[in-house]
């Protein structure tokens, strides 16, 4: 089985930063691709930038500039830095990692809540 341990979230106000840690472990051969995903309240959950095992990267349109996702391969860990952030981001901030290994599959993070005031 695998674990994923989010941290980082908190409140902050607009323009204010933080930074989302995920550390994966567990039975691991391999991580592919690592992302962070949100849901704010009554909406759907969206994707919000992703990162390839070879470091290529996505994001949502609406964070693109401000947002930027990492990886540290030795720690199987993923960052989420946010910048200028806005209203607008308030969601429950979940990590999602691909893992090749004892039980293969997508595994999700507790999330963690991202409370931006204005």
């Known amino acids: 089985q695998v674990q994923l341990v989010e941290s980082g979230g908190g409140l902050v106000q607009a323009g204010g930063s933080l930074r989302l840690s995920c550390a994966a472990s567990?039975?691991?051969?391999?991580?592919?691709?690592m992302g962070w995903y949100r849901q704010a309240p009554g909406k759907q959950r969206e994707s919000v930038a992703d990162?390839?095992?070879?470091?290529?990267?996505n994001y949502v349109d609406s964070v693109k500039g401000r947002f930027t996702i990492s990886r540290d391969n030795a720690k199987n860990t993923v960052y989420l830095q946010m910048n200028s952030l806005k209203p607008e981001d308030t969601a429950v901030y979940y990590c999602?990692?691909?893992?090749?290994?004892?039980?293969?599959?997508?595994?999700w993070g507790q999330g963690t809540q991202v409370t931006v005031s204005s």
């Open positions: 990162i390839t095992s070879g470091g290529s990267t």
């Open positions: 999602a990692v691909e893992v090749v290994g004892g039980v293969s599959g997508v595994y």
């Open positions: 567990g039975s691991i051969f391999r991580i592919n691709t």
